[in-house]
Structure formats: C-alpha cells, structure tokens
C-alpha cells in the first residue's frame, strides 16, 4: 500500500490486482472518510476478477493534508494522474465514488472516456446540500470534529437500522481520524459545488442507495438517472436498513451490486 507524489501532493493509495486482465475498479470515499471505507468489499471484488484501486484524499486516511482549500475539479485530477501514472487504461476503468466523491466520478467522466460510474449515496450539489454542508462547517469551527460525530453524524444522520455498533464504531474513527482543517475545506468545497453536466456523460451508471439514507435521498438519485446521458439505463439498486455509510454497514449487499454491475460493463465492452 504505496505513496505517490501527485501535483505536488504525497497521495496514499491502496491496489489490489486481480488474477486476470479484467477492468479496474477506482474507488474515491467520500467526506470524512479513507480508502478503508472500501476494504470490506474489495477482496470479494479482486476474487471475481475485477483489479481494486482506492485513494486517500489529502488530509483523510493516510493521505497527509497539503494546507490548501480543497477543490473537488484537483481531487479529480489527481484521480485521473494516479490512474495514469500507473498505466491503467481510463476506458478500462470504472470510476466508484461514495457520497462527495459521486460528485468527483462525473467531474472524471465528462471530461474522459471512462468505462462507467457507480455512485454510492452521491450528494447532489443544491440550496439544501449548501445549507447542510455549510452547517458542518460551521460546527467543525465550533467543536472539532469531536462535534461531527456527537451532533451532526453518528446520532441521527450516519447509519441505517442495519448498522452494528461495530459499524458505528468505524465510522466515528474514520472521521475523527480526518484532518479538522481537511474536512472544514472539503465540506465548503461540497456546499459550492455546481451540478454536475449529468446529460454529457455517455458510460453506464449505477446508483446504491441505502434506503435510511438521510444525507443522499432516493429521490436525488432517481433525479441523477433520469437527466443521465448515456443511451443505456441507469441502475438504481437499493440497501435495506441502510443509511449512508453503504460498505461498511452492508458490504455483502454493496459487494454484490457492484459485482453485478462490473460483470454488464465488462460483457458489454467485450461486445465492442
């Protein structure tokens, strides 16, 4: 589990190869997470023959904060640089972004020929994602991230009636182990983040979606399948109990949804 330096940015990342030459799976957590978000469900991925690539975002995980407000436009270039400074083929690959980071996948896939995009629990960039992000922000300021997990996640928002207190437990150190300033810089750049060119992008779409989600509604998601542009129909699949932390509060579940999407991409591409 290697660094790199990218624009200027020591960038931890996680690769796991398959045993054949299948198509690459990218994966990018979302705010106040790591690329450990991912780690319950990568093994069963690799075993079906699909390579796992999975990134810390500067200031979370691994990945040490470079100090400046984040931008989510960098964070997709520095994903699209670490793709190709390990000579993985883009038309190869299919982008898989959790929260924030289904912001970043189309940020990727408009401007380059990708594979396909899975979004898990994508925020969707609005009057009321600012408020609620901004909100964070402010709390951040106030009470550390200390504040995030006691008031704004853990109690009310995180996770779904599915969720153990194991799986809770993981997600209040994934976001007490981010960096404060970090995760103020990344909350703000979501509050001013613009729509995404939804109907340019032309590769296939997956949404997950937990059904007790209270960050990423399903409502949200379906708007996001029908202004899509590829020909193809989105896929919704949608996770009982569920709330907002898909993999680690169902990783068998997540798993089998991006195996089943994974396997349509990869017949299709074969086609071609």
């Not at 390990?86 to 380059?112: F, H, P, Q, W, Y």
């Not at 569920?242 to 997540?254: L, M, P, Q, R």
Request: glycine share 10%; aromatic share 8%; hydrophobic share 40%.
């Amino acid at each position: 589990m290697p660094f790199t330096e990218i624009n200027g940015k020591k960038i931890f990342y996680s690769w796991e190869p398959a045993s054949r030459a299948g198509l690459t799976l990218f994966f990018i957590h979302g705010l106040g997470g790591a690329h450990s978000f991912w780690s319950p469900i990568i093994p069963g991925l690799v075993e079906a023959g699909f390579s796992c690539l999975a990134i810390d975002v500067p200031g979370f995980g691994q990945s040490p904060y470079h100090g400046r407000p984040h931008d989510l436009r960098e964070i997709s270039e520095d994903c699209i640089a670490l793709l190709q400074g390990l000579g993985k083929s883009l038309d190869r690959t299919i982008i898989v972004g959790a929260s924030m980071a289904g912001i970043v996948c189309c940020e990727i896939a408009v401007r380059n020929q990708i594979a396909g995009v899975v979004s898990v629990g994508p925020i969707c960039p609005g009057p009321e994602t600012k408020e609620a992000f901004e909100h964070r922000v402010a709390v951040v300021e106030k009470d550390g991230l200390e504040g995030i997990v006691n008031s704004v996640d853990i109690p009310t928002r995180a996770t779904g009636s599915k969720a153990t207190k194991t799986a809770e437990a993981f997600v209040r150190s994934l976001i007490q182990s981010s960096d404060p300033e970090a995760y103020k810089t990344l909350a703000q750049a979501i509050a001013d983040a613009p729509v995404p060119e939804y109907n340019k992008i032309k590769v296939p779409l997956l949404c997950v979606a937990g059904q007790e989600d209270q960050v990423a509604q399903l409502e949200d998601l379906a708007l996001i399948g029908e202004e899509w542009g590829a020909p193809s129909k989105t896929e919704l699949e949608v996770l009982f109990g569920v709330g907002h932390w898909h993999s680690i509060e169902d990783a068998d579940g997540t798993e089998a949804c991006l195996k089943r999407f994974a396997k349509k991409v990869e017949l299709k591409s074969r086609a071609f």
